[in-house]
């Protein structure tokens, strides 16, 4: 027990401090993990020992990474993407399992060729997956594609572990029996493992489709979330477990069930209760990948590790450079495209070790060839990094744009653009009013993010004259623009004066320039964004330091009278002259001090007689 906490808080430790630097130096948690992993592993400080024995516990956090990518999947879509899904991704495992044979065949025997490049055309999904959520690329066309090739070689590891067997050249190093925990299901005639397999998936189904909202519902209602997480951790497991019986891929499984629960009310709450196991599986899962590097074979065989790491990233780019552009990918999104999956992926380690046990391949050939995938997997996020600096420039994700959605705006009489912080709460008091607007924002995260709130938003540039149509436009009564960018603001106002000039705008602007800049477009309907709360916020604190509600309300009502009467005067001296311009702030501010120290002098008594302090604002 000692030993396991020991090895438990060494691996924690070295999480905690290597990710934080690598972050801090714009290397991304990946290789924060990786690096970590070498300096703790047997070649670094040798704090820890059975790297294997980690490493099949921790190839669980891939496990319940994908059953949380099958959560975002609702199977409608899965259904749209089945055509990137299958030939994307097909297209890419069959040229690159050719192409690495081909090449492996100058060396090896025509068998152990063909289970090489088999098991070296997969990617990591682990890093993969996780470097796209950190750039915020998953959403975008590249990222949907790299999903989707990612996707097709989960599922292309079924018939994998079906082949390798046949390809055996070597003796068996075990009797060729390969039970599970429950029963051996070599021993069955093949008829019945193919019955047994379609059961088991079948299973899945069926309980995530009929018993698992249930099920859920009934945890759900003893208020105890320590069973909730008890049970999505429990249902993680099972089906691993089933999938596992019966020779399948535990992750198709557990990616069969997140599809199965996409459309289920309790998805967040499975997410949210899953999502720290994740992390904390897949990050040790990298830290083991980087301690498993054996410097010692690699620093004996220098050369030909290094070829080989080599060679598998650049065949494999260049198989997904003619994949990419087979199917038309931009060529800045298929250079996006080739790099994320020119790599070795998890799964590697798993099929080499298949293949030592099922006498495929022999050890002086797979040990090689796990250092050049381990290689490989550290290179993608430097590789990453490289094509953000190089390719995609300064800006890196920000330049691959995530497609605008297809609007489907009806009969609505309001565009509301921009749904930031202001924008959210105005859109929330226009439908509870009555008033549906079709909102658009720019900021793909918070597009998703307000998605899962119930809102109905729309991602696209609204300053695209297209998506200006496709949201109604036309028949339209008013445009309210919250945009915090305000130069994006202004543009957007310009094309709708040009083109709509019949839609009636109303602005947000962030500070008195940005009102300014609205105001040199004819815009008359400005509110600054921070204004209201101000002064509601000094009415309230008003009343905290003693002063009657009712005048508290009063001054709030003539200081909000007085500076909007003073606007178009300080519009028009700030064009003309800055120093009269501060001259004129100044004294105005001197004028409204005294306006409001003479209205605290009135009398105001019977006024006051009238007041309900309860309802200072009616």
């Known amino acids: 027990m000692e030993h396991f906490l ?264 499975l997410e949210s209760d899953i999502e720290p196991f994740k992390g904390l599986l897949l990050g040790i899962f990298f830290i083991s990948i980087g301690a498993s590097l054996n410097f010692t074979l690699i620093g004996e065989e220098i050369l030909l590790i290094a070829g080989l790491s080599i060679a598998l990233i650049g065949l494999k780019w260049l198989v997904l450079v003619v994949t990419g552009f087979l199917f038309k990918m931009a060529k800045k999104e298929r250079s996006l495209f080739a790099i994320a999956l020119a790599q070795g992926g998890e799964f590697a380690f798993v099929l080499f070790q298949f293949s030592r046990t099922n006498g495929v391949l022999p050890a002086q050939t797979i040990e090689p060839l796990i250092s050049a995938v381990a290689i490989s997997m550290f290179l993608a996020p430097l590789l990453f990094l490289a094509h953000d600096k190089f390719i995609a420039g300064p800006h890196g994700a920000e330049d691959v744009q995530r497609e605008a959605d297809t609007i489907d705006h009806g009969e609505h009489r309001v565009i509301l653009a921009g749904f930031g912080r202001l924008g959210t709460d105005l859109g929330r008091f226009l439908i509870s009013a009555g008033i549906k607007p079709v909102i658009l924002d720019h900021d793909a995260a918070n597009v998703d993010i307000l998605r899962k709130f119930g809102f109905e938003v729309y991602y696209g540039d609204i300053t695209r004259l297209d998506l200006l149509e496709a949201a109604g436009a036309d028949e339209a009564e008013l445009l309210i623009v919250t945009i915090g960018d305000k130069d994006k603001a202004s543009e957007l106002v310009e094309l709708v004066q040009k083109h709509y000039p019949h839609l009636k705008i109303a602005a947000n602007a962030a500070d008195r320039s940005a009102a300014y800049q609205l105001m040199d477009l004819g815009i008359t309907v400005i509110r ?91």
């Open 6 to 269: 020991l090895q438990l808080f060494i691996f924690l430790a070295a999480a905690a401090i290597a990710v934080p630097i690598a972050k801090k130096l714009g290397l991304g948690s990946v290789l924060g993990y990786l690096i970590a992993g070498i300096i703790i592993g047997p070649f670094g400080l040798s704090l820890i020992a059975d790297i294997e024995e980690v490493m099949h516990f921790t190839e669980f956090g891939v496990v319940m990474m994908l059953f949380l990518v099958g959560l975002e999947l609702k199977p409608s879509l899965l259904w749209q993407m089945r055509t990137p899904i299958v030939g994307m991704g097909g297209l890419q495992v069959a040229l690159s399992s050719v192409l690495i044979s081909g090449f492996s065949l100058l060396y090896l025997p025509w068998q152990q060729a063909v289970a090489v490049g088999i098991i070296l055309s997969l990617s990591s999904t682990a890093i993969v997956l996780q470097t796209l959520r950190e750039k915020g690329l998953m959403n975008t066309s590249p990222g949907r594609s790299i999903f989707s090739v990612l996707l097709f070689q989960d599922l292309a590891v079924i018939p994998m572990l079906a082949v390798l067997p046949l390809l055996a050249t070597i003796a068996m190093l075990d009797d060729g029996h390969h039970g599970s925990i429950f029963f051996d299901i070599s021993s069955l005639p093949g008829y019945l493992r193919i019955l047994v397999t379609l059961l088991a998936i079948s299973s899945i189904f069926l309980l995530g489709k009929f018993a698992g909202r249930p099920m859920f519902r009934t945890i759900a209602a003893t208020r105890v979330r320590e069973i909730f997480v008890a049970a999505a951790l429990a249902l993680v497991v099972g089906i691993s477990l089933l999938m596992t019986a019966v020779g399948l891929s535990p992750a198709l499984g557990t990616f069969l069930a997140g599809v199965v629960l996409a459309d289920s009310e309790y998805r967040h709450e």
């Open 528 to 618: 600054r964004e921070t204004f209201g709360s101000a002064l509601s916020l000094g009415q309230e604190s008003l009343k905290l330091l003693g002063v009657d509600p009712y005048e508290a309300y009063r001054l709030k009502r003539i200081f909000r009278k007085k500076d909007e009467e003073m606007m178009p005067e300080l519009y028009r001296m700030h064009r003309e002259d800055e120093d009269q311009y501060i001259s004129m702030y100044q004294k105005h501010n001197i004028d409204l001090e005294e306006l409001m120290r003479l209205d605290q002098n009135a009398d105001t008594e019977e006024l006051d007689k009238a007041w309900t302090a309860k309802n200072p604002e009616m």
